[in-house]
């Protein structure tokens, strides 16, 4: 070989080993700019659908419990009112001495307060059990070893009460200043400008601690009414779409008419359950509040204290009995039958309109 051709076969393959780094480097550069771009997608997308989740969830909140709002007073003012001076025989006759002694804003007193509360309340709640369900799930499968299973109606229990205890507890504060906002009537001694003015009234004269009385039997009654909530509304759908024994899927979907009703019976069981247990918060967030005696207790009676829940049971069924433990389960029904149901079918149809692929039946 001549130098002239040895120079010319070096120059070639230093074109070639040039070529191949620039190539190299180009491929390197375009994975890392594509890893970079998932890096950033990734993130933002599940932020994305998280706020979606719980936007879904509180607009689900909001609408259910405006739309039974007048129901839901009525019942707060059966649980505590005066034993010795009934002023409410009943729902209508309640919801009538409201409408002429208040008007319409009487009908919907506390309900500010109360959407202030339930609509975060919602939003984590839904979304803590799609977490709850998606982790227990996980571990069922991983147990089982079978990557097929679903979620059982116990385990669908599991994950509604996990996701109520942590929904009641971040946001009890604002359920107690509701409770006493809607109790409050316009001849009460002392009124309540607001919720930030019972805040800070209750803190201020009441220390914060008092901000969770009736804690621990809010919780307790959330397990059986939030689990039994998801358990049998899921269970109910699951089994009409797969067995279809009254005919009402359509194209593997149930009608709304249908959701509405599997939501009205997930409901009524729930609530039902652990209604006692929803007398008892009431009275006690109304320990500590100096004019509480005017609206639960008679003349000339003690003042109303509760050292416990177990206190709190034992008193009022010693001094109005048992059924005392169920006053207000009549507007309360009512107001279930739509409320669960409305908030479960807005849920859906909210997330479906936002494109969110996850359903809580899944």
């Not at 480097?25 to 932020?47: D, F, Q, Y």
């Not at 689900?60 to 007073?73: I, N």
């Not at 649980?79 to 002429?100: A, E, F, M």
Request: proline letters at 4%; aromatic letters at 8%.
């Amino acid at each position: 070989m001549s130098d002239f051709d040895f120079c010319v076969s070096m120059a070639s393959e230093d074109v070639k080993s040039t070529e191949s780094a620039a190539v190299s480097t180009i491929v390197n550069l375009a994975e890392e700019a594509k890893l970079a771009r998932e890096g950033v997608k990734a993130p933002s997308h599940a932020v994305l659908s998280i706020c979606k989740s719980l936007f879904a969830g509180g607009v689900a909140g909001g609408v259910s419990r405006t739309a039974v709002a007048p129901l839901e007073r009525m019942k707060i003012l059966l649980q505590v009112q005066n034993p010795h001076n009934i002023k409410y025989s009943g729902t209508v006759q309640g919801l009538k001495y409201i409408w002429r002694t208040e008007g319409v804003r009487g009908l919907f007193k506390g309900n500010g307060t109360n959407c202030a509360r339930i609509v975060p309340n919602s939003a984590v709640k839904f979304f803590s059990y799609e977490q709850a369900s998606k982790g227990i799930l996980y571990m069922y499968r991983q147990q089982t070893g079978n990557e097929n299973a679903q979620l059982t109606p116990v385990l669908r229990l599991g994950a509604g009460a996990t996701a109520g205890i942590i929904a009641m507890s971040a946001t009890y504060p604002m359920d107690m200043v509701r409770g006493r906002l809607t109790v409050q009537t316009a001849n009460s001694p002392y009124q309540y400008r607001g919720i930030a003015h019972a805040l800070s009234t209750v803190l201020r004269e009441e220390g914060p601690r008092a901000l969770y009385r009736g804690w621990l039997p809010s919780v307790i009654g959330v397990v059986p009414y939030v689990g039994l909530n998801f358990a049998v509304y899921e269970s109910l759908k699951d089994w009409l779409v797969k067995d279809n024994p009254f005919g009402l899927v359509e194209n593997n979907e149930l009608t709304i008419i249908t959701r509405l009703s599997c939501g009205a019976i997930a409901g009524t069981v729930g609530q039902t359950i652990a209604y006692p247990l929803d007398v008892i918060r009431r009275r006690m967030q109304m320990v500590g509040w100096k004019d509480a005696s005017s609206v639960v207790t008679g003349e000339g009676r003690s003042k109303l204290e509760y050292t416990g829940m177990v206190d709190a049971f034992r008193k009022t069924v010693r001094h109005e009995g048992f059924g005392a433990l169920y006053k207000g389960l009549v507007p309360n029904s009512v107001k279930v039958v739509p409320s669960i149901a409305i908030a479960f079918v807005t849920y859906e149809m909210v997330k479906d309109v936002l494109g969110v692929e996850f359903r809580i039946s899944d």
